[in-house]
């Protein structure tokens, strides 16, 4: 049995059903001051109408964290899953030693909080924190209050996480 107290049969069941919930792939971003951080997300979810409000998981301990806390907003872009570049670029779990600014040399936007927004992604949302949620889990939610979009073409379509397959390798 594992955490949840399901044995290897049902756990795998779970899993299985899991992948059946349509995602898509994110870039979620943040700067403060002149630190900018992104780190690729699956899941976004609608979690209220009004106010339009959006969930966002989190791989927890990563570099973006502070930036999003002190800050109090973030942007989600939309990404491509065969994006390779993208992928490259925002699945290494670097440690503060070895940060850079991954958005250089990419063309962004800001929309009203200064959050970086790729130029090339087809949805883009700017939100401000509304709640942050502490799980004992390997992820943390971060729930934001839509406050401007951008359209760029036809939104991601819904995918299975395993055709995003794994994001941030140990």
């Known amino acids: 049995m594992d955490q949840t107290g399901a044995d290897h049969p049902q756990l795998e069941a779970i899993r299985v059903a899991c992948d059946r919930?349509?995602?898509?792939?994110?870039?979620?971003s943040a700067r403060h001051g002149d630190d900018r951080a992104g780190i690729l997300v699956t899941g976004v979810q609608q979690c209220a109408a009004d106010p339009i409000l959006l969930t966002v998981p989190v791989r927890a301990g990563h570099r973006i964290d502070p930036l999003i806390r002190d800050?109090?907003?973030f942007?989600?872009?939309a990404v491509r899953p065969e994006d390779r570049a993208m992928r490259r670029r925002f699945e290494l779990h670097l440690s503060a030693e070895e940060y850079?600014?991954?958005f250089d040399a990419l063309p962004v936007l800001t929309l009203g909080t200064g959050a970086p927004?790729?130029?090339s992604s087809v949805l883009a949302f700017d939100c401000e924190v509304v709640r942050h949620v502490d799980m004992d889990a390997d992820h943390e939610l971060?729930?934001?209050r839509v406050l401007a979009t951008?359209?760029?073409g036809d939104g991601p379509e819904p995918t299975r996480a395993s055709l995003i397959?794994?994001?941030h390798p140990e």
Do not use: E, Q
Not at 21 to 28: I, Q, S, V
């Open 117 to 119: 927004i790729l130029r």
């Open 100 to 102: 850079h600014d991954p």
């Open 142 to 144: 971060y729930i934001g």
């Open 150 to 152: 951008r359209i760029n």
């Open 71 to 73: 800050s109090h907003v």
């Open 165 to 167: 397959g794994p994001l």
């Open 21 to 28: 919930l349509p995602t898509a792939l994110y870039l979620l």
């Open 75 to 77: 942007a989600l872009s």
